[in-house]
């Protein structure tokens, strides 16, 4: 019997669009550690930490950015691999009142992530 959705998968998955999509992928392996490996005929399955993104280039839909909150490990060392992989800083990490130290980058497709790590309230 086949399932409604892949082993593996959650019921919402993100799909980047964008008119780069193996500079994309690239990126994501670089400064986010993306496992996966880009596919020009399907979309790019790149597994972030314990979530799939997609990765699809432009054709019958044009390339859209998206706003994506990531956590990580370390949110300063993910900041600074992204910056070096070709990503704009939007803010440099810094403490958040609800416990997260946060940065933000924007990256090589246009798309805003907000990399943090969870520290608790003080």
């Given at each position: 019997?086949?399932?409604w959705k892949p082993e ?69 060392a993910t900041y600074e ?42």
């Open positions: 019997m086949t399932q593996g998968r959650h019921n919402v998955t993100p799909r980047l669009v964008a008119r780069d999509p193996e500079a994309l992928v690239r990126f994501l392996k670089d400064a986010f550690g993306a496992d996966g490996e880009f596919t020009s005929d399907m979309p790019s399955d790149m597994l972030i930490g314990d979530s799939i993104v997609m990765v699809s280039g432009a054709g019958p839909r044009e390339a859209t950015s998206s706003f994506l909150y990531l956590y990580v490990e370390d949110a300063d691999r992204a910056l070096k992989a070709g990503a704009k800083s939007i803010e440099s990490p810094s403490d958040m009142p609800y416990g997260d130290r946060r940065a933000m980058i924007e990256d090589v497709g246009g798309n805003v992530w907000q990399i943090a790590t969870h520290r608790g309230l003080a």
